[in-house]
């Protein structure tokens, strides 16, 4: 795998005329750079995409506020059982189904990401979603990801069967079962999924393939919301997160209050 500040594409045209660059970009010479919107980089500094032969990739979002042990537990299951050869975790903005209260800045979060998965080969940081000013439509963000990888890669959303169970009310979320492979993660309490709803909205075969994308993972049950309230009460959040994420919220004295933060979208 290559990692770059930049994207370079050597297309060896005049050995395989035609010959196309990432995605189906056709090269006009030996070497070629792809265009300035798709040169977006990362939370480490460097191109925000590792281009390499992996064709499976899983995108994990959410407001990882913060990012727990649970969280990267279920994200290696996942890889695991679907042969990605990366996950790229996602911190939203604004979580359009969820309440700012107590939400950090999207800063601190995707820091703390970078922290929890250092030296982790599997996982990547991105902060694209970090970038807009509104809501963190998750149709928005897969289709930027499959604009760039190209329609041979498989594509997997993450989610939580808590979170299937809301599908219904997301944006545009035909097209989303359309782009992308939805996966959906077995979660404590979460065990019998009413499809009701969403089958009379996306039909019998979205349905089915979401269904055959249901993976058993195992049930950790730690939550976001937990670790939060615990700082707050100064009781020990060790094993609930990553050491080098518990001595950032140490350090930074986050979520001692219960008052969100005013620079909670950036």
């Known amino acids: 795998m290559i990692h770059c500040s930049r994207f370079v594409v050597c297309a060896f045209q005049r050995l395989n005329p035609g010959a196309t660059g990432i995605n189906g970009i ?6 070629a750079c792809l265009p300035d919107d798709l040169a977006v980089f990362s939370l480490a500094g460097q191109s925000t995409y590792t281009i390499g032969m992996a064709e499976r990739i899983g995108l994990y979002g959410g407001s990882f ?3 727990h042990c649970g969280h990267l537990i279920v994200a290696r299951a996942l890889a695991e059982r ?3 050869g990366r996950v790229i975790l996602l911190p939203t903005a604004q979580p359009p189904h969820k309440n ?3 939400l950090l800045s999207g ?4 820091e ?3 922290l929890a998965i250092e030296g982790e080969e599997l996982f990547e940081p991105n902060d694209f979603d970090l970038k807009g000013k509104e809501p963190s439509y998750t149709i928005k963000t897969v289709s930027h990801f499959r604009e760039h990888f190209g329609p041979e890669t498989v594509l997997c959303w993450m989610i939580g069967a808590d979170s299937l169970a809301e599908l219904a009310t997301w944006h545009r979320v035909e097209e989303l079962v359309d782009r992308c492979r939805v996966v959906t993660a077995g979660r ?8 009701t709803e969403l089958r009379s909205l996306l039909g019998d075969d979205r349905i089915e393939r979401l269904r055959a994308d249901l993976i058993q993972t195992p049930l950790v049950d730690i939550s976001s919301t937990e670790i939060r309230k615990r700082v707050r009460l100064g009781r020990s959040i060790r094993y609930l ?7 950032y919220i140490d350090r930074h004295n986050l979520y001692r209050e219960s008052t969100p933060n005013p620079s909670a979208q950036g």
């Open 112 to 114: 703390m990401i970078r």
């Open 26 to 31: 056709i090269t006009d010479s030996v070497t």
């Open 188 to 195: 404590p309490g979460f065990d019998r999924i009413d499809w």
């Open 100 to 102: 700012p209260e107590d």
């Open 82 to 84: 679907l042969d990605l």
């Open 107 to 110: 800063a601190h979060r995707a």
């Open 65 to 67: 506020n913060p990012i």
């Open 241 to 247: 997160v990553p050491p080098s994420v518990a001595e």
